[in-house]
């Protein structure tokens, strides 16, 4: 069974700092996605990696996946209240599209 | 181009009943799966249809049926309904076959609960 970690799984911080969560497993994947969700919603897709160390860019959020395609990371530069909401990756493999989900981290930006 | 849409928004239902949720896929993609989220949790893998056929089925019992129609829309079942059954049930669309994506979208989602 594959799994993936995420942690923290909570994380408050003041509007304009940094911060970076983490997604691990013992497990290969063909690809990571990251999502982010408010209540009551489901989740947007905000970014898929696919090339080990691939680097991806989303106006002041950076993502990247593990050379091992084992683990990736998301880093917020200056964080707007915005950005508060649940934060999941999950991964993928070729030719079977169930997506495992990680844990979640649940952030949330003080103004 | 038109989203993903789910319906009912919320449902409550008595132990022991039966529920249907229904899910309409964006337009152009051909598979749907379908996913369980409890409270504070990641959502779950329940199943997936792709071409009206059953693609895969995560960790749950007989009584979670589905179906795909031709026109790709998509329902969940439920019989028996216990009361570790109330969740989040997210549906997913993607585009399956040789011109697969890894990428899935998904619904708002059908809140479910069991009194």
């Known amino acids: 069974t594959q799994l993936l970690e995420q942690s923290p799984q909570f994380l408050s911080i003041q509007e304009g700092e940094n911060l970076t969560v983490y997604c691990n497993s013992s497990s290969v994947f063909s690809s990571l996605q990251w999502y982010r969700q408010e209540p009551g919603e489901g989740p947007v897709l905000l970014v898929t990696?696919?090339?080990?160390?691939e680097v991806k860019k989303l106006k002041r959020l950076t993502f990247q996946f593990g050379d091992a395609r084992k683990d990736s990371s998301l880093h917020i530069t200056a964080a707007q209240p915005g950005d508060t909401g649940l934060y999941l990756c999950?991964?993928?493999?070729?030719?079977?599209?169930?997506?495992?989900f990680g844990t979640g981290t649940r952030l949330t930006i003080i103004p | 181009e038109t989203g993903v849409t789910q319906s009912p928004t919320h449902l409550i239902k008595t132990r022991g009943q039966q529920v249907t949720l229904r899910c309409s896929s964006q337009?152009?993609?051909?598979?749907v799966s379908w996913y369980q989220q409890a409270l504070g949790q990641g959502p779950q893998f329940i199943f997936q249809?792709?071409?009206?056929?059953?693609?895969g089925r995560g960790n749950f019992p007989p009584r979670f049926s589905g179906l795909q129609f031709p026109n790709y829309s998509s329902e969940l079942n439920v019989n028996a309904l216990e009361l570790d059954d109330s969740a989040l049930y997210l549906c997913?669309?993607?585009?399956?076959?040789?011109?697969?994506?890894?990428?899935?979208?998904f619904g708002p989602g059908t809140r479910l609960t069991v009194t």
């Open positions: 997913a669309s993607s585009l399956g076959g040789l011109a697969a994506t890894y990428e899935q979208y």
């Open positions: 337009s152009g993609h051909n598979t």
């Open positions: 249809y792709y071409r009206e056929e059953e693609n």
């Open positions: 990696v696919v090339t080990g160390g």
């Open positions: 999950a991964g993928a493999n070729f030719g079977n599209e169930k997506l495992t």
